[in-house]
Each structure stands twice: as C-alpha cells, then as structure tokens.
C-alpha cells in the first residue's frame, strides 16, 4: 500500500507583512522564490510520487496571484487536493474578496486556510478575514481560520470576534520558533498526553525538503528534519527518507512524551513543554539526538507498556 503523502509547497518565502511571531519568513531565512517553470516540473514529478495533496505556504502565496492559479490549475487537472494559506490581504472588500475567491475557486482550489492572530491583524483588519470567508460560503469554497494565539487572555477578544462573525475558526498554538523565538512563552501545565505528530513534510524554494513543515528549518544545531535538496535527489527518494526514519516513525506514533521520558527528562518537566518546543529540546541537541539515534532501533522502539 502507497503511503499518504502531502507536502507544504514553499513556493516562495516573500511575505507582503512582518509578523512578530512569524516562523516561515523570518529573518534568517532566505526569503527566495522557485520558478513557476520549476514548481510545475516538480508537481508533475509529485503526481508520479503518488502525492495526494499540496499546501501552498511559506511566505504569502497570493502576492504571486497569476503563478498561484496556474499552481492550483495543474492540481486540479492532476487530481491533487490543494490548499493556499493566505493573509486575506487581497480581501479589503467583499468585492475585492469574491475577484479573488471566484478566480481560485474556477481555478480548481480545494480549500482556503485564512490565517488570524493578534500579530497578522498588526497589518491587516481583521474585517479582511470576514470578506474572505464570506466570500468562500458565498462561491462554496472549502476555508477554515487558523486562529494562532499564545492562549493568553489578551486574544479573547479577536476570538469573540470570531465567534460574533459565526466564521468557522481552529485554534492554533504559536510555536516559540523564528520571530517568536524571543517570546516568553507562557507556561501552559498539560495533562501528560503523547505528543504525537503528523509531519507534513515541505518543500522550500531552495529546493530543500524538510520532514516537518513547522520546525523543519529552524532546528539549526542538528539539522534533524532536513532530508536532502531536490537537485541532489528525486522526490520519492526523499519521501522514502522521511518515512522509513525510526524516530521520525517514533514521534508520528509513540509521541514525544514517552521520548522524553525516555531520555530522562522529569514528568513534571515534560508537562511545560509545548509540543514543537518539547521537540526542539530532544531534536536539535547533539547529545540528545546521538543518545535517541543510538537507541531507536532497540530500546527506544521497545519502550512501551
Ligand atoms: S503572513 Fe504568514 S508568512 Fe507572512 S509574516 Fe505573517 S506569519 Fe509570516
Ligand atoms: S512537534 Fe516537531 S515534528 Fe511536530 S510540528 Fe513541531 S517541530 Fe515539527
């Protein structure tokens, strides 16, 4: 049986805003962009890989609006399941909302992810957000928020705002990588769930692939997430990397909780710890990684009740 695969498409990490808690287009990534020659080439070449489903992301997908229909396009012609994530910065108006909706959505797009959080909203009204999904209920267009807070009490308002807007909307915790790197995260006590995570792998203009899209860079002492450069390599090759990794098998199905556990770290630790931030503390420490390398093919794949 084929494996599922999906990947976040960085097609470029330009973005037209800065915001503070950014992780994609920050200030130490290139902020590069792949040719609309090459990014076709290499969806052909995902079709062939058995890739089910795209997300164009990185940076803001839409300040390339034409190169992001003719994307779409191609997925759709190839039966690809696509999605843009976007900061409805082209949504100043309900008319100027349904150009852009209507235009993707004969364009063969699958769904919309509209982003949302007190540091997007910096730069762009918030009101932008609900011309974007009203225009996707409008033309029947799949879309869903991604409402990216710290949880503190200071975004209980942009969430009323949703609520009072009937708009369909999914928390997202900020991940204290990139711009947010600097934040001081607030301690968040979990009960002592498993971490698991799915890795959606992504593609960066470079040409990098990375096994996760949300640290997939940012884990600068290791290098633990990078699989190999598409020059160097061809897709399958660099999918089979990702899904025939032991660790990487271990945190999609054992969790990084019962990791950490393993490697020593405290109950009482592991529970302030957020997910990404947990995996920075295993993943990008040469010690840890060498330790948890060294065990995943015995004790760490038999450390289970
Ligand atoms: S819109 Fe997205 S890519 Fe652009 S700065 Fe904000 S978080 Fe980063
Ligand atoms: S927990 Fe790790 S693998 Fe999962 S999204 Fe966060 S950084 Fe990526």
């Known amino acids: 049986m084929n494996p599922i695969r999906q990947i976040a498409f960085g097609y470029s990490t330009k973005c037209n805003i800065r915001c503070g808690h950014c992780v994609a287009s920050d200030d130490s990534i290139p902020h590069g962009k792949m040719t609309l020659e090459k990014a076709m080439a290499i969806i052909e070449q995902m079709v062939r890989c058995n ?165 997939g860079d940012q884990f600068k002492e290791t290098d633990f997430f990078l699989l190999g450069n598409l020059r160097d390599y061809g897709i399958d090759e660099l999918f089979k990397r990702k899904e025939n990794k032991v660790l990487f098998h271990l945190i999609r199905t054992m969790g990084l909780t019962s990791i950490a556990s393993y490697l020593g770290l405290k109950a009482n630790e592991i529970v302030q710890y957020r997910k990404c931030e947990l995996c920075e503390k295993l993943f990008n420490s040469t010690e840890n990684l060498n330790t948890l390398e060294k065990a995943a093919t015995s004790d760490l794949l038999n450390w289970k009740r």
């Open 51 to 215: 890739v089910t489903g795209i997300s164009f992301t990185a940076g803001e997908p839409l300040i390339f609006f034409e190169d992001m229909i003719r994307l779409v396009k191609l997925c759709h012609e190839k039966e690809i399941y696509s999605r843009v994530v976007t900061n409805c910065f082209w949504a100043k108006t309900s008319e100027h909302a349904d150009e852009t909706v209507s235009a993707l959505t004969r364009s063969g797009l699958s769904q919309f992810r509209l982003s949302f959080s007190r540091w997007h909203q910096e730069h762009i009204r918030r009101e932008n957000v609900v011309n974007a999904a009203n225009s996707c209920q409008k033309h029947g267009l799949d879309y869903f928020i991604s409402f990216v807070t710290d949880f503190s009490r200071q975004d209980d308002s942009l969430e009323q705002f949703l609520r009072d807007n009937h708009l369909k909307f999914f928390p997202e915790p900020v991940i204290y990588l990139g711009r947010a790197q600097g934040f001081d995260p607030r301690r968040i006590l979990t009960d002592y769930h498993p971490n698991t995570c799915n890795m959606n792998p992504y593609l960066s203009p470079e040409l990098d692939m990375f096994a996760c899209c949300d640290g």
